[in-house]
């Protein structure tokens, strides 16, 4: 079983992905080498990308999205993984949705149909320093001052920060109150923005070809009206609702770049010699592919209901922290074993195979580290 044969994939999802293949081929794929010695992709990447409608599959039409699915998202995200690709498309999609779902009619009118044709490169900024898992001890101040915000502080980690022309920031304008009710979300303009400004690419283990930097704001001003919702303090009830999104995003990732390492090893194998055979005619290669096949078929199963979940509306959040821990964990697994059965040409970062188990790690941190999933599967017992 492979996501060809996915329950949710029907033929309309399944031509989209061949576009969506090709154009991944042949316009993404011969730049990998010069992205990644730059940390991000191309400027002129983004609007390619919008214009085959692989930013923002699943946006409505009316904000100038490509009308479809979760399903037809889940494609874009399979083919990256496939591809061994890091685009920021996710997070462009993350921000799209806090837009469709907390943002006025003006709000989406105005952003949204930009980030769709990729002429406007999105970011979401919430951890800090000082402040990771934690959003609920982030620093970052938004102060009120008659029509405008006077916003002071820094984030760090941000994936398309360098790029960003839209970001969706996590900060507090009301630090007297405490946990997460001070928290707000406030749409930053970057542009000629006084003020604001980026640090360099930060030294990653992996995804070298994705974009991620610091971003510091030093009495940045915007309108009031870039609050995102009807009022103050709903920033933190407003990332904890839509990050069951993100991570069954992740898992999307998890799962096809598990069934890539398995694809990708098995082939190997099956031509390197060692003591005049292949190394697939040794029995413990053999089996540790077939454990590795194994568990990324269990794992293709249970995305491929999480999917079916949450388009049916009912993807909850146990399950979602479900998926990305137990797929995140897998996927490295799987990784490392496959790594091992190259041998020293796993080490060897012209292989792909090489990147991708350093590309895998980051999988366990980001959207809330596998430590805060199981926080969360275990308030459900």
Same mark, same amino acid.
């Given at each position: 079983?492979?996501?060809?044969?996915?329950?949710?994939?029907?033929?309309?999802?399944?031509?989209?992905?061949?576009?969506?293949?090709?154009?991944?081929?042949? &316009?993404?794929?011969?730049?990998? =080498?010069?992205?990644?010695? &730059?940390?991000?992709?191309?400027?002129?990447?983004?609007?390619?990308?919008?214009?085959?409608? @692989?930013?923002?599959?699943?946006?409505?039409?009316?904000?100038?999205?490509?009308?479809?699915?979760?399903?037809?998202?889940?494609?874009?995200?399979?083919?990256?993984?496939?591809?061994?690709?890091?685009?920021?498309?996710?997070? %462009?999609?993350?921000?799209?949705?806090?837009?469709? =779902?907390?943002?006025?009619?003006?709000?989406?009118?105005? +952003?949204?149909?930009? !980030?769709?044709?990729?002429?406007?490169?999105?970011?979401?900024?919430?951890?800090?320093?000082?402040?990771?898992?934690?959003? %609920?001890?982030?620093?970052?101040?938004?102060?009120?001052?008659?029509?405008?915000?006077?916003?002071?502080?820094?984030?760090?980690?941000?994936?398309?920060?360098?790029?960003?022309?839209?970001?969706?920031?996590?900060?507090?304008?009301?630090?007297?109150?405490?946990?997460?009710?001070?928290?707000?979300?406030?749409?930053?303009?970057?542009?000629?923005?006084?003020?604001?400004?980026?640090?360099?690419?930060?030294?990653?283990?992996?995804?070298?070809? #994705?974009?991620?930097?610091?971003?510091?704001?030093?009495?940045?001003?915007?309108?009031?009206?870039?609050? @995102?919702?009807?009022?103050?303090?709903?920033?933190?009830? #407003?990332?904890?609702? #839509?990050?069951?999104?993100?991570?069954?995003?992740?898992?999307?990732?998890?799962?096809?770049?598990?069934?890539?390492?398995?694809? @990708?090893?098995?082939?190997?194998?099956?031509?390197?010699?060692?003591?005049?055979?292949?190394?697939?005619?040794? %029995?413990?290669?053999?089996?540790?592919?077939?454990?590795?096949?194994?568990?990324?078929?269990?794992?293709?199963?249970?995305?491929?209901?999480?999917?079916? &979940?949450?388009?049916?509306?009912?993807?909850?959040?146990?399950?979602?922290?479900?998926?990305?821990? +137990? !797929?995140?964990?897998? &996927?490295?697994?799987?990784?490392?074993?496959?790594? #091992?059965?190259?041998?020293?040409?796993?080490?060897?970062?012209?292989?792909?195979?090489?990147? !991708? +188990?350093?590309?895998?790690?980051?999988?366990?941190?980001?959207?809330?580290?596998?430590?805060?999933?199981?926080?969360?599967?275990? +308030?459900?017992?």
């Amino acid at each position: 079983m492979s996501a060809d044969h996915s329950p949710w994939a029907d033929d309309s999802v399944q031509l989209f992905r061949k576009s969506v293949r090709r154009f991944i081929e042949e &316009q993404f794929l011969p730049r990998q =080498t010069h992205w990644r010695a &730059q940390h991000g992709p191309d400027p002129e990447a983004w609007p390619a990308a919008g214009r085959i409608g @692989l930013l923002l599959p699943d946006l409505p039409e009316d904000y100038g999205g490509a009308g479809g699915s979760f399903a037809h998202q889940a494609v874009v995200l399979e083919e990256l993984a496939r591809a061994g690709v890091h685009f920021g498309g996710v997070i %462009q999609a993350v921000v799209a949705r806090y837009l469709l =779902t907390y943002g006025s009619e003006a709000q989406r009118r105005r +952003w949204l149909p930009s !980030l769709a044709r990729g002429e406007l490169v999105a970011a979401i900024a919430m951890t800090e320093p000082d402040a990771g898992s934690n959003l %609920q001890g982030i620093k970052t101040t938004a102060r009120r001052d008659g029509d405008r915000y006077r916003i002071s502080g820094s984030k760090t980690f941000i994936t398309n920060g360098a790029r960003a022309g839209l970001v969706c920031l996590a900060a507090k304008t009301d630090p007297r109150a405490t946990a997460g009710r001070g928290i707000s979300l406030i749409l930053v303009e970057t542009r000629d923005l006084a003020g604001y400004s980026t640090g360099p690419a930060l030294d990653k283990i992996g995804m070298h070809g #994705q974009d991620t930097c610091e971003l510091f704001f030093d009495g940045v001003e915007v309108p009031a009206e870039n609050l @995102l919702g009807p009022a103050e303090g709903k920033g933190f009830a #407003q990332l904890m609702e #839509q990050l069951p999104y993100e991570r069954l995003m992740v898992g999307v990732t998890a799962v096809a770049a598990a069934e890539r390492a398995v694809e @990708l090893t098995a082939r190997y194998v099956k031509e390197r010699q060692a003591f005049d055979k292949t190394l697939f005619d040794f %029995q413990n290669t053999r089996f540790k592919l077939a454990e590795c096949k194994t568990q990324a078929q269990v794992g293709r199963i249970f995305i491929d209901h999480c999917i079916q &979940q949450f388009l049916a509306g009912r993807l909850d959040d146990v399950t979602s922290a479900m998926a990305k821990y +137990w !797929l995140t964990e897998t &996927q490295c697994r799987i990784a490392d074993e496959c790594l #091992q059965l190259h041998g020293g040409y796993g080490y060897m970062n012209e292989y792909p195979i090489a990147r !991708l +188990w350093s590309d895998s790690r980051v999988q366990r941190i980001y959207a809330g580290t596998n430590e805060i999933m199981k926080e969360v599967i275990a +308030w459900s017992l």
